[in-house]
């Protein structure tokens, strides 16, 4: 039998729902911050072209902006100067299989509510798979850390004077899951997939570095990673086909049985 | 002057009405300078004889050489009395209205509204009234205190005690210096903006902490939430400070790309469009609210509106724009009374003009000039000794001065 038959047969039957992993994309959503010095994202923006009136009748509409990594958003390869010359690593340019694959979920929620600048190590992946399963080939590892429930955008971003706090992985972490789990990607439900203190760690920035340097993924500003099994899902998550594109906001969907 | 008794919010706002507004092409030289804050009359540049009303010619001599030129501020009572009826629909409102006529000691005799602590001795100035248009308000000689109270005083100037003011950026000095310089002021409430609330700033406490400042999540990028904090607060604020603005220091070679021009005119263009869209109805349906009505639009723009300063050269392009917009509020406002005051400060000393050798317009010198330009009621300020340099060369000659400041 026709495998996609009987996946529609199970979705149409109830064993099959979707979660869907993805923020609403509104102003208030904060966006990330550099120094003001340098060139800056857009944030969110939307204005009203017409609204049944007499700039539009019989429509509503609205034009958007906002930058290709605002709101929940994938980081293509050519985001990072380390992947800057490998082939198909921009969002038009990605096969398109890439685009759904399996997803393990790692649950760090109680280190990131006892510590906003947690680090996910090596060990802490091994001793999770020791109790779930091994990461396959080819799949998205999502970092679960109830970030995304943080509803307050300051307690959110989490800013000090010594800039932000958030969780992320350590340099070990993804090297591990580059060259020894051949993950397809990393997401996380802060603002970045790299910690908010990354900047200082050797070399700053490790999972953009190292995980677009490898031709890999990223996904941030997820939410919902709590509705998730440790393992057994599928993630649905296209970016728009923007030519040369580095990223883009994107509906992501998880299909979870049960 | 005491304002006892909150507004009843379920009555009747009255419409705003304008005082007589007809000027001749020569009359408005007093307007031209009374925006400035200066008393200026004709005088002949061949007899020298100073007159009032403006005219064509000289009365004394006939000749056409007429000078616009700054005159003493003194003067004698000689006669007075009190308006208690008055078909005009603005005077009709506001009697009993105090007039008298002033010898001045430059020369002419001129009709002028009376301030009630008047007596012999006068200092006159050229004040812009509801409509705009300047007239003449003699003023006790010598300062007193609470002098700004003056009930007929008040329907010339926009005085900040007893407002309700929106600050529309609250996180650069310079806002908080505006905070703090209309609360010294006697604002009655100020809402203090801050864009990205996430991003807790230098000054933040201190701003909290002063009794009448509310802070509200404020960014002139989003219409959205310019359309809300409007729908909540807009059918109060008396007066309106626009001090958001983006400064970069680029001309057009050394930056590449638009995004940076494009952010300045974002916020120092298209935010005033957004502010005007959505806070300009609501104040002008207030332009006669009682006492303390709806009164001044602020715009800080800069110098470099004038005339760009390539160094700087596309914020001087977003302000030039803003300049132009600000124009066009001031005409729409003019109906209901509310004066659009355009602040043109030289370079102010913050994080983007660090490069610029000083003499650089202090924050706090900046906010004070705004309150005491709302006070003395003018319309165009351009505070600091940079800002007056520039003003005078570009009114001498704007192609001299595009060449000084590309040179």
Same mark, same amino acid.
């Given at each position: 039998?026709?495998?996609?038959?009987?996946?529609?047969?199970?979705?149409?039957?109830?064993?099959?729902?979707?979660?869907?992993?993805?923020?609403?994309?509104? @102003?208030? *959503?904060?966006?990330?911050?550099?120094?003001? /010095?340098?060139?800056? $994202?857009?944030?969110? +923006? !939307?204005?009203?072209? %017409?609204?049944?009136?007499?700039?539009?009748?019989?429509?509503?509409?609205?034009?958007?902006?906002?930058?290709?990594?605002?709101?929940?958003?994938?980081?293509?390869?050519?985001?990072?100067?380390?992947?800057?010359?490998?082939?198909?690593?921009?969002?038009?340019?990605?096969?398109?299989?890439?685009?759904?694959?399996?997803?393990?979920?790692?649950?760090?929620?109680?280190?990131?509510?006892?510590? @906003?600048? *947690?680090?996910?190590?090596?060990?802490?992946? /091994?001793?999770?798979? $020791?109790?779930?399963? +091994? !990461?396959?080939?080819? %799949?998205?590892?999502?970092?679960?850390?109830?970030?995304?429930?943080?509803?307050?955008?300051?307690?959110?971003?989490?800013?000090?004077?010594?800039?932000?706090?958030?969780?992320?992985?350590?340099?070990?972490?993804?090297?591990?899951?580059?060259?020894?789990?051949?993950?397809?990607?990393?997401?996380?439900?802060?603002?970045?997939?790299?910690?908010?203190?990354?900047?200082?760690?050797?070399?700053?920035?490790?999972?953009?570095?190292?995980?677009?340097?490898?031709?890999?993924?990223?996904?941030?500003?997820?939410?919902?990673?709590?509705?998730?099994?440790?393992?057994?899902?599928?993630?649905?998550?296209?970016?728009?086909?923007?030519?040369?594109?580095?990223?883009?906001?994107?509906?992501?969907?998880?299909?979870?049985?049960? | 002057?005491?304002?006892?008794?909150?507004?009843?919010?379920?009555?009747?706002?009255?419409?705003?009405?304008?005082?007589?507004?007809?000027?001749?092409?020569?009359?408005?030289?007093?307007?031209?300078?009374?925006?400035?804050?200066?008393?200026?009359?004709?005088?002949?540049?061949?007899?020298?004889?100073?007159?009032?009303?403006?005219?064509?010619?000289?009365?004394?001599?006939?000749?056409?050489?007429?000078?616009?030129?700054?005159?003493?501020?003194?003067?004698?009572?000689?006669?007075?009395?009190?308006?208690?009826?008055?078909?005009?629909?603005?005077?009709?409102?506001?009697?009993?209205?105090?007039?008298?006529?002033?010898?001045?000691?430059?020369?002419?005799?001129?009709?002028?509204?009376?301030?009630?602590?008047?007596?012999?001795?006068?200092?006159?100035?050229?004040?812009?009234?509801?409509?705009?248009?300047?007239?003449?308000?003699?003023?006790?000689?010598?300062?007193?205190?609470?002098?700004?109270?003056?009930?007929?005083?008040?329907?010339?100037?926009?005085?900040?005690?007893?407002?309700?003011?929106?600050?529309?950026?609250?996180?650069?000095?310079?806002?908080?210096?505006?905070?703090?310089?209309?609360?010294?002021?006697?604002?009655?409430?100020?809402?203090?903006?801050?864009?990205?609330?996430?991003?807790?700033?230098?000054?933040?406490?201190?701003?909290?902490?002063?009794?009448?400042?509310?802070?509200?999540?404020?960014?002139?990028?989003?219409?959205?939430?310019?359309?809300?904090?409007?729908?909540?607060?807009?059918?109060?604020?008396?007066?309106?400070?626009?001090?958001?603005?983006?400064?970069?220091?680029?001309?057009?070679?050394?930056?590449?790309?638009?995004?940076?021009?494009?952010?300045?005119?974002?916020?120092?263009?298209?935010?005033?469009?957004?502010?005007?869209?959505?806070?300009?109805?609501?104040?002008?349906?207030?332009?006669?609210?009682?006492?303390?009505?709806?009164?001044?639009?602020?715009?800080?723009?800069?110098?470099?509106?004038?005339?760009?300063?390539?160094?700087?050269?596309?914020?001087?392009?977003?302000?030039?724009?803003?300049?132009?917009?600000?124009?066009?509020?001031?005409?729409?406002?003019?109906?209901?009374?509310?004066?659009?005051?355009?602040?043109?400060?030289?370079?102010?000393?913050?994080?983007?003009?660090?490069?610029?050798?000083?003499?650089?317009?202090?924050?706090?010198?900046?906010?004070?000039?705004?309150?005491?330009?709302?006070?003395?009621?003018?319309?165009?300020?351009?505070?600091?000794?940079?800002?007056?340099?520039?003003?005078?060369?570009?009114?001498?000659?704007?192609?001299?001065?595009?060449?000084?400041?590309?040179?």
């Amino acid at each position: 039998m026709n495998p996609l038959l009987q996946f529609v047969e199970a979705y149409t039957a109830g064993k099959i729902r979707v979660v869907d992993l993805t923020q609403t994309l509104s @102003p208030e *959503f904060p966006s990330i911050s550099l120094p003001p /010095e340098m060139g800056q $994202a857009w944030p969110f +923006r !939307i204005e009203e072209v %017409s609204r049944y009136d007499e700039r539009g009748p019989a429509w509503y509409w609205n034009n958007f902006s906002c930058g290709e990594h605002t709101g929940t958003h994938f980081d293509a390869p050519v985001h990072w100067i380390s992947g800057k010359d490998l082939p198909n690593n921009a969002t038009d340019s990605i096969p398109p299989e890439r685009f759904i694959g399996p997803a393990f979920v790692i649950d760090c929620s109680r280190e990131a509510a006892q510590n @906003p600048d *947690f680090l996910l190590t090596r060990k802490f992946i /091994e001793d999770w798979e $020791a109790k779930h399963a +091994r !990461i396959a080939p080819r %799949s998205w590892v999502l970092m679960r850390t109830d970030w995304s429930k943080r509803q307050d955008p300051a307690e959110y971003q989490n800013y000090d004077d010594e800039g932000q706090h958030t969780p992320g992985p350590d340099v070990e972490a993804v090297k591990f899951l580059v060259t020894e789990r051949d993950v397809i990607g990393f997401g996380t439900e802060s603002i970045g997939t790299d910690a908010g203190q990354a900047y200082h760690l050797r070399p700053p920035y490790p999972c953009h570095y190292y995980m677009h340097g490898a031709g890999r993924y990223g996904l941030q500003c997820l939410t919902n990673l709590d509705k998730l099994p440790p393992t057994g899902s599928v993630v649905i998550a296209a970016p728009l086909k923007i030519r040369n594109g580095s990223g883009s906001p994107l509906r992501v969907l998880a299909l979870i049985h049960g | 002057m005491t304002i006892s008794r909150r507004k009843n919010p379920i009555l009747r706002t009255r419409l705003p009405t304008l005082p007589p507004a007809a000027r001749s092409r020569v009359a408005l030289g007093l307007t031209a300078a009374a925006a400035l804050g200066r008393f200026e009359l004709q005088q002949c540049g061949d007899c020298g004889m100073v007159q009032y009303p403006p005219r064509e010619a000289c009365q004394s001599c006939l000749s056409v050489n007429l000078l616009w030129r700054e005159q003493v501020h003194g003067g004698d009572l000689l006669a007075q009395t009190v308006l208690h009826h008055s078909n005009d629909l603005f005077f009709r409102e506001r009697l009993p209205w105090r007039l008298g006529l002033i010898k001045l000691d430059c020369g002419p005799t001129v009709v002028a509204h009376l301030h009630q602590s008047v007596k012999h001795r006068v200092q006159v100035r050229a004040a812009l009234d509801r409509a705009g248009q300047a007239v003449i308000a003699a003023l006790p000689e010598k300062e007193k205190a609470d002098m700004a109270d003056d009930r007929q005083l008040r329907e010339f100037t926009c005085d900040p005690k007893h407002r309700k003011v929106l600050v529309t950026d609250g996180k650069t000095p310079l806002g908080q210096a505006l905070a703090k310089s209309f609360a010294k002021a006697g604002a009655e409430i100020i809402w203090v903006g801050h864009s990205e609330p996430w991003k807790k700033f230098a000054g933040f406490d201190e701003l909290k902490n002063l009794p009448q400042v509310t802070l509200l999540p404020f960014d002139v990028t989003d219409s959205k939430n310019v359309r809300e904090a409007a729908a909540e607060i807009a059918g109060k604020v008396d007066i309106l400070v626009n001090n958001a603005e983006v400064h970069r220091s680029f001309g057009i070679a050394n930056r590449q790309g638009v995004e940076t021009a494009r952010a300045e005119m974002d916020v120092n263009y298209f935010g005033l469009l957004r502010l005007a869209q959505e806070f300009g109805p609501a104040m002008r349906s207030r332009g006669a609210d009682g006492k303390a009505s709806a009164v001044a639009w602020v715009n800080l723009l800069s110098i470099y509106a004038h005339a760009n300063f390539p160094p700087h050269g596309t914020f001087s392009a977003s302000k030039a724009a803003a300049h132009s917009l600000a124009q066009c509020l001031r005409a729409e406002m003019r109906p209901a009374g509310v004066r659009v005051v355009n602040v043109f400060p030289g370079p102010i000393d913050d994080e983007w003009n660090q490069l610029l050798p000083p003499p650089k317009l202090a924050p706090e010198t900046l906010a004070r000039a705004v309150v005491g330009a709302l006070r003395d009621g003018v319309e165009d300020v351009y505070p600091g000794d940079v800002a007056q340099e520039w003003l005078a060369r570009w009114r001498d000659n704007p192609k001299a001065l595009e060449r000084e400041l590309s040179a």
